[in-house]
């Protein structure tokens, strides 16, 4: 009994998380930022933060670039005089991962990269969600795609 393993689920549900709560703070902003709930949800509606965690936790040189990313985006808002990043209003956090893509200079080349890889992470989450593919009318197909060459029954053939 003294040298039971622990079950596996609860191995892993047990996970520390990458980031710091002002970092994570700051990680939900841009999330909500890039794709912002409207009449349609957003991504964090989708649990995109959660998988960029999971995804952080097992890329350490992701989790560099976005702890880098998140902290140029939190003194950015702060020489605006915002708090935080998270603290600005979607303008502002707009206004400010804007300036990331858009240095003239290159001064800020690894924010450039953040907001890149953090623009795609958070897409290519949510647009793989069950939440972003309801968005567009997605339904996957249950059992594996079809042949090509065996269509529907219904569906028009294509006009040449």
């Known amino acids: 009994m003294v040298l039971r393993r622990p079950k596996a689920a609860l ?21 909500d930022t890039i794709v ?14 959660a998988r960029i965690l999971a995804h952080l936790s097992t890329h350490p040189e992701a989790l560099s ?18 708090s935080s990043f ?5 303008r502002g956090r707009q206004r400010v991962l804007s300036s990331l893509a858009s240095d003239p200079d290159n001064r800020r080349e690894r924010g450039e990269q953040f907001f890149a890889r953090a623009r795609r992470d958070v897409l290519a989450f949510y647009w793989g969600s069950v939440v972003g593919q ?19 029954p219904g569906a028009r053939t294509p006009q040449r």
């Open 134 to 152: 309801r968005v567009v009318g997605y339904r996957p197909p249950l059992s594996g795609y079809p042949e090509y060459a065996d269509p529907p």
């Open 36 to 49: 912002p709930r409207d009449q349609d949800p957003g991504a964090l509606d989708a649990g995109v933060p």
């Open 11 to 31: 191995a892993q549900a047990i996970t520390a998380i990458p980031l710091d709560a002002a970092s994570l703070a700051s990680l939900e902003a841009v999330v």
């Open 65 to 82: 670039l976005y702890r880098a990313g998140l902290e140029l985006l939190d003194r950015l808002a702060q020489q605006g005089g915002a």
């Open 86 to 90: 998270g603290g600005l209003d979607a």
